[in-house]
């Protein structure tokens, strides 16, 4: 009995020795961990790595050269610089045609309608210089000094006749370069009419609708014998060292090179894919561009309109002498 005493005291103390002290917890669970958290009690930063927060990612505009880009609005001409700041109307005259800067930045000019204009590249008042049967889808052009404008008009005198003209950008009487007459209409798809001076200064290719192009020394010795070459094509670019043209074969739409020095053009025709041969109206224009910075060699770029695989237009890019390699990937759906 006495033993049974003792047995039930001890476990009565030890009951209410147990209920007098704290009993320790476990330690809380550790949340689960997010990227970017600062929790202090995040895994990551118990571990001492914390996951840095990254910034979203915004549009950076691109780094670009001093320049003016010229856009047409229906209020008229506007300009503005490549960062898009600027922005200024420089004419509230209807713009008919591409507006092109002279070659020295100071000048702009366009066709409204049956008027060609040039004003400031920096605004001012408009100026007209030439007044009449101006042609329409032409690409006006100047010469390398910016002195004068190359333009092209129709002739209502001969079914199918046109003239190129060109005049001082300061003003005064326009000068006839030379007149053509087709010997059909033209139907159906196009070439866009081209006055395009050799960045030399020393040729002048003038480019009509569905007609030969006309390659003239420049200034024009009429009747000189050599003096003009005519070629098969239209929408022509000159190269950057004025040695050769590149254009848009008026039959196929195949790519052409057209040596002014040797007069001996270089076509594309084995293209490995059906682009620069056979274009139909995918050959018409825009046409083809040298790289800017060509230097006459066979690894210079050209950009052109073409078709691909699947009947698409889009603008593709290969090498000068790429008729043994392959072409360069395509622009598509351009």
């Not at 920096?122 to 032409?138: I, M, V, W």
């Not at 001082?168 to 395009?196: D, F, H, K, L, W």
């Not at 050799?198 to 192009?213: A, I, K, L």
């Not at 950009?303 to 043994?324: F, H, K, L």
Request: aromatic share 8%; net charge negative.
């Amino acid at each position: 009995m006495r033993r049974f005493f003792g047995l039930a005291l001890t476990l009565l103390l030890s009951s209410f020795l147990l209920s007098a002290c704290d009993v320790p917890k476990p330690p809380p669970e550790l949340p689960t961990a997010t990227p970017g958290s600062q929790n202090p009690e995040s895994v990551d930063a118990v571990r001492g790595t914390p996951v840095r927060i990254e910034p979203e990612r915004e549009f950076t505009p691109l780094a670009v050269p001093p320049g003016t880009i010229y856009f047409v609005r229906s209020s008229g001409l506007w300009a503005i610089q490549p960062d898009g700041s600027g922005e200024k109307q420089l004419a509230d005259l209807p713009v008919t045609s591409a507006p092109v800067p002279s070659p020295d930045g100071t000048l702009v000019a366009w066709l409204s309608n049956s008027d060609l204009y040039a004003v400031a590249s920096d605004g001012g008042e408009s100026r007209k210089l030439f007044s009449g049967e101006l042609a329409d889808r032409q690409r006006i052009g100047w010469t390398p000094d910016s002195s004068n404008l190359g333009f092209i008009t129709l002739d209502p005198s001969i079914i199918g006749g046109e003239k190129s003209w060109y005049v001082p950008a300061s003003g005064g009487a326009p000068a006839e370069i030379n007149s053509t007459a087709y010997g059909a209409v033209p139907r159906g798809a196009s070439y866009e009419r081209v006055v395009q001076w050799s960045p030399d200064g020393y040729w002048v290719v003038v480019s009509g609708v569905n007609n030969p192009m006309q390659i003239m020394r420049w200034p024009v010795s009429p009747g000189k014998e050599g003096e003009v070459i005519e070629v098969a094509g239209g929408e022509p670019d000159w190269s950057p060292d004025s040695h050769t043209l590149v254009h848009t074969e008026s039959i196929n739409g195949a790519l052409q090179i057209f040596d002014v020095r040797s007069a001996k053009a270089t076509p594309f025709r084995t293209e490995q894919q059906p682009v620069g041969t056979g274009l139909s109206e995918y050959g018409q224009g825009p046409g083809p561009r040298w790289s800017p910075a060509s230097v006459g060699t066979d690894s210079d770029l050209i950009a052109y309109r073409s078709r691909s695989n699947q009947s698409e237009p889009r603008v593709s890019i290969r090498r000068r002498g790429a008729r043994e390699l392959q072409p360069l990937p395509s622009l598509t759906n351009n």
